[in-house]
């Protein structure tokens, strides 16, 4: 939602994701080209149930017309209990329900110590990391816990 149009009701947060991804951007090639060590990344973590998805989901239609499907993800988010794999393990992220934020923290886990620093700023890709991006899973993923083709 925020690196697209965002939904109605949605300009702040999107305001600011922009000008995240462009600070991103710009303060990675700012870095190098002084000579700095530091380097920025930036990833999409998917939709994540925190705080923030608890107001979003307690708006009213007239206010965020969109709201029915962050209820719905709600709904058909898998918890701990029901995977039996717990929170201790990463997985892929699921498809129409909610992450949690342990699995995004074993996706910014392999992100920050797997890569080496230019892959790790994507330097060659307008894009950023996606936790959604199955080509990754591998990286981050126990091989017991990958999809079965």
Known sequence: AAHG???????AYGISKAG????FK?????FVH???KVRVGSFKPGVVDTDM?????????????????????????????????GASVARPPPEGALDSPD??????EWLLLGPDEEE???????????IRNSELF???????NLPKD
């Open 20 to 23: 995240f991804y462009q600070a």
């Open 26 to 30: 710009t303060l990675d090639k700012e």
């Open 120 to 130: 790790f700023a994507n330097r060659d890709d307008p894009n950023e990391y996606d």
């Open 103 to 108: 699995n995004v923290a074993f996706f910014a």
């Open 53 to 85: 998805q608890g107001t979003i989901r307690s708006a009213r239609p007239d206010e965020m017309p969109v709201v029915g499907n962050f209820r719905n993800m709600k709904k058909n988010a898998v918890t701990e209990e029901e995977d039996g794999a």
């Open 138 to 144: 591998a990286n981050w993923i126990p091989q017991q």
């Open 5 to 11: 149009p965002p939904p109605f009701g949605w300009a």
């Open 34 to 36: 002084l000579g700095g």
